[in-house]
């Protein structure tokens, strides 16, 4: 991944509405969701919704399909695998990370 990516995909993430989206996405698994049942899910209008869905696809972060007349919205895994690989690329310098690390910020 490249670092302009890397931030076109951050910068997509950093707002709160885009954040539940995708995280709603990673849930719903490959199926996806239709934009419908997602605006009503986390309650956003159907404007915003478009808007922010947008976002996440051009940011490479959702994938987009027609199912008859609905729009169904996925969460792209090889996008977000890359982010979090190019996020951990060097990790605890190059050296294995102490197993404790992880639990220790999670109730940070």
């Known amino acids: 991944m490249q670092p302009s990516q890397a931030i076109d995909a951050l910068g997509a993430l950093a707002q709160e509405h885009r ?3 995708f995280r709603l996405l990673v849930q719903a698994g490959d199926a996806g969701m239709a ?3 997602l605006a009503e899910r986390l309650s ?3 404007s915003s919704l478009s808007f922010h869905l947008a976002h996440l ?3 490479g972060l959702v994938d987009q ?3 008859g007349r609905s729009l169904v919205y996925s969460a792209n895994y090889g996008a977000m695998n890359g982010l979090v690989a190019y996020l951990m690329e060097n990790c605890c310098g190059g050296s294995e990370c102490a197993p404790g690390d992880t639990q220790e910020r999670k109730s940070a």
């Open 19 to 21: 954040l539940a989206l």
């Open 35 to 37: 934009a419908g049942a």
């Open 44 to 46: 956003i209008p159907n």
């Open 57 to 59: 696809n051009r940011a």
């Open 65 to 67: 399909r027609r199912e």
